[in-house]
């Protein structure tokens, strides 16, 4: 029987996302579940197999057809090992042996890598990147992460942390970073960190503007109330915007001049923006490239979604073709 279909998961701290897609990537069906992280997670992976055997059993799909399974995961992943640690939003503190259990209970090859690598694979494959080799993604969502494809390969690091791009020291001695360390590109760039600069505006402003008005009156202020506002013309909104803009465009450049990738793929919640923000990226960016990487490498939008995880998974089964 030919094996022609791909399984994807995209593990969250809420919601597991699961597909089922075409051998060259095109999803066919998608559900998901929630994700139970009580009893220090120990739920997770009985759950992730018994959905993928019913959904099989559901659609009369023979598991012979599957080629393998991918999944996009947080926390620290050893893919020689098939072990995740330190996943600590779904309270996997210690080990955990995900592809042992995965393929004992459901008969299929696996395999998995960080949720950030899979979204960053899910974009290069499908989406922004137009499969080129050579693309490097950024998310900007709560955090900032990323992923870095470079001939083909995913770029992993000697301990996995490779595209680690929010910890990109963009302002020395800045916002202390979660990390332990100061001036982290996600303390400026992530939803939060937007959020924290317009705080740090607004108390320096003594003009109009509704952005400090809500501030000052307590009101909840999230990074699309800003990027609103400012569309709406606020000054204090667009002050706050460009100063997102600037560090992004500086570490999109540094990335840029360093890499010299086809495409740097910018996605995640924040990104919602839409060109409004990328133009004011593209500004700083551009000043700080060198030329011939400004001729040759190009900023993007990400356009998958929600479904980059999904398929970004998917692809790293593809591995199991060559079996």
């Given at each position: 029987?030919?094996?022609?279909?791909?399984?994807?998961?995209?593990?969250?701290?809420?919601?597991?996302?699961?597909?089922?897609?075409?051998?060259?990537?095109?999803?066919?069906?998608?559900?998901?579940?929630?994700?139970?992280?009580?009893?220090?997670?120990?739920?997770?992976?009985?759950?992730i197999v018994e959905s993928i055997n019913k959904r099989l059993s559901l659609l009369q799909l023979d598991p012979e057809r599957i080629i393998g399974i991918g999944m996009g995961t947080p926390g620290?992943?050893?893919r020689q090992n098939g072990t995740v640690e330190a996943a600590y939003n779904l309270n996997w503190k210690s080990i955990q042996h995900v592809r042992e259990a995965v393929q004992k209970g459901t008969?299929?090859?696996?395999?998995?890598?960080?949720?950030?690598?899979?979204?960053?694979?899910?974009?290069?494959?499908?989406?922004?990147?137009?499969?080129?080799?050579?693309?490097?993604?950024?998310?900007?969502?709560?955090?900032?992460?990323?992923?870095?494809?470079?001939?083909?390969?995913?770029?992993?690091?000697?301990?996995?942390?490779?595209?680690?791009?929010?910890?990109?020291?963009?302002?020395?001695?800045?916002?202390?970073?979660?990390?332990?360390?100061?001036?982290?590109?996600?303390?400026?760039?992530?939803?939060?960190?937007?959020?924290?600069?317009?705080?740090?505006?607004?108390?320096?402003?003594?003009?109009?503007?509704?952005?400090?008005?809500?501030?000052?009156?307590?009101?909840?202020?999230?990074?699309?109330?800003?990027?609103?506002?400012?569309?709406?013309?606020?000054?204090?909104?667009?002050?706050?915007?460009?100063?997102?803009?600037?560090?992004?465009?500086?570490?999109?450049?540094?990335?840029?001049?360093?890499?010299?990738?086809?495409?740097?793929?910018?996605?995640?919640?924040?990104?919602?923006?839409?060109?409004?923000?990328?133009?004011?990226?593209?500004?700083?960016?551009?000043?700080?490239?060198?030329?011939?990487?400004?001729?040759?490498?190009?900023?993007?939008?990400?356009?998958?979604?929600?479904?980059?995880?999904?398929?970004?998974?998917?692809?790293?089964?593809?591995?199991?073709?060559?079996?």
């Amino acid at each position: 029987m030919t094996k022609d279909k791909l399984i994807g998961v995209d593990l969250g701290g809420t919601t597991i996302k699961f597909a089922i897609l075409t051998a060259n990537g095109e999803i066919q069906e998608k559900w998901a579940v929630p994700t139970n992280i009580l009893d220090d997670g120990s739920h997770i992976v009985p759950a992730i197999v018994e959905s993928i055997n019913k959904r099989l059993s559901l659609l009369q799909l023979d598991p012979e057809r599957i080629i393998g399974i991918g999944m996009g995961t947080p926390g620290t992943v050893s893919r020689q090992n098939g072990t995740v640690e330190a996943a600590y939003n779904l309270n996997w503190k210690s080990i955990q042996h995900v592809r042992e259990a995965v393929q004992k209970g459901t008969g299929l090859d696996f395999t998995m890598d960080n949720d950030a690598n899979a979204a960053a694979i899910g974009e290069q494959w499908k989406g922004a990147g137009e499969n080129n080799p050579n693309v490097a993604f950024i998310t900007l969502g709560t955090g900032v992460g990323g992923g870095i494809i470079a001939n083909g390969e995913m770029v992993r690091g000697v301990f996995g942390a490779g595209g680690e791009f929010g910890h990109m020291v963009v302002e020395p001695g800045g916002y202390l970073c979660t990390c332990g360390n100061r001036g982290c590109l996600e303390q400026y760039c992530s939803a939060t960190g937007v959020v924290h600069l317009a705080h740090d505006f607004a108390d320096e402003y003594e003009g109009n503007s509704q952005l400090k008005s809500m501030l000052d009156n307590g009101e909840e202020v999230t990074s699309k109330t800003v990027f609103d506002l400012a569309k709406e013309g606020d000054f204090l909104a667009n002050e706050v915007v460009d100063k997102m803009a600037y560090y992004l465009g500086y570490a999109t450049a540094a990335l840029s001049n360093i890499l010299n990738p086809a495409y740097v793929v910018i996605g995640g919640g924040v990104s919602a923006a839409g060109n409004f923000l990328l133009e004011k990226v593209q500004k700083h960016w551009t000043k700080y490239v060198l030329s011939t990487v400004r001729s040759s490498t190009k900023l993007k939008l990400a356009v998958l979604g929600n479904d980059a995880g999904v398929i970004g998974a998917a692809s790293l089964a593809r591995e199991f073709e060559r079996k």
